[in-house]
């Protein structure tokens, strides 16, 4: 696998909370992407980064940021969560060659806010 | 806008009994279309990537076809192990990684 680790994987937090999420990754992939997912909705992308220091949003990137000061640590900020931040996080690397969109994804952080 | 549609949302299937899932699409241009499974508590896993219309993979009971409008994953006389919610996306933008997903379609298969 890609070596991705993502903590917590549980979080119960509240309303108003900032909450950060870690991916880490040991294979020194370039790409590296936050996708949430929600029953009907599937996986959206929120974030994504090609290197350290350049990220770009997705398509449901209001009320997150995500910072990478390395190559290894993609971290997703919720500023201030909100119920509808209630969701599974996947971090996911593109890990095949340029043009499979061969992804590789970590086992999820499981986000509650109450 | 670009979409992708997954259907039936879910299937329920005998051991040994073959079916199809469908993923439609609406894009202009397509770059590729891929295939995942989701096991429950899991990341999805990548299965395949198709480039163009007329191109089929296959990896053990699961192959998967494509045309110009859709995208079929045919599972050949299942066993309970193939039991998963399979998704399939299309890449949206500049980055291969930036991938629209279809809802996905769950599988379940009974001995």
């Known amino acids: 696998d890609a070596g991705i680790t993502q903590s917590p994987r549980h979080k119960v937090t509240e309303t108003g909370t900032p909450v950060t999420l870690r991916c880490h990754q040991t294979?020194?992939?370039?790409?590296m992407y936050w996708y949430r997912q929600d029953p009907g909705h599937g996986l959206r992308l929120i974030h994504y980064?090609?290197?350290?220091?350049?990220?770009d949003k997705g398509e449901v990137s209001d009320g997150y940021s995500v910072s990478r000061s390395k190559t290894e640590d993609f971290l997703l900020t919720l500023e201030s969560a909100t119920s509808s931040q209630t969701s599974v996080y996947f971090c996911?690397?593109?890990?095949?060659?340029?043009?499979?969109?061969?992804?590789?994804f970590g086992e999820g952080s499981r986000l509650t806010v109450l | 806008e670009d979409q992708v549609t997954q259907s039936p949302e879910a299937l329920r299937l005998q051991e040994g009994e073959s079916s199809s899932l469908n993923c439609s699409y609406t894009?202009?241009?397509?770059?590729?279309l891929f295939w995942y499974r989701q096991d429950p508590g899991k990341g999805p896993e990548f299965l395949f990537t198709?480039?163009?219309a007329g191109e089929e993979k296959e990896k053990e009971r699961l192959k998967a076809t494509l045309t110009k409008k859709e995208s079929f994953l045919h599972i050949t006389a299942p066993k309970p192990e193939d039991s998963a919610t399979y998704l399939c996306?299309?890449?949206?933008?500049?980055?291969?990684?930036?991938?629209?997903f279809g809802a996905g379609t769950q599988v379940v298969v009974t001995p």
């Open positions: 996911a690397c593109l890990a095949g060659a340029v043009g499979t969109g061969e992804l590789f």
């Open positions: 294979e020194n992939h370039r790409y």
């Open positions: 980064s090609y290197g350290v220091k350049d990220t």
């Open positions: 894009v202009s241009g397509l770059r590729g």
């Open positions: 198709l480039y163009s």
């Open positions: 996306a299309i890449p949206k933008g500049d980055s291969w990684g930036k991938l629209q």
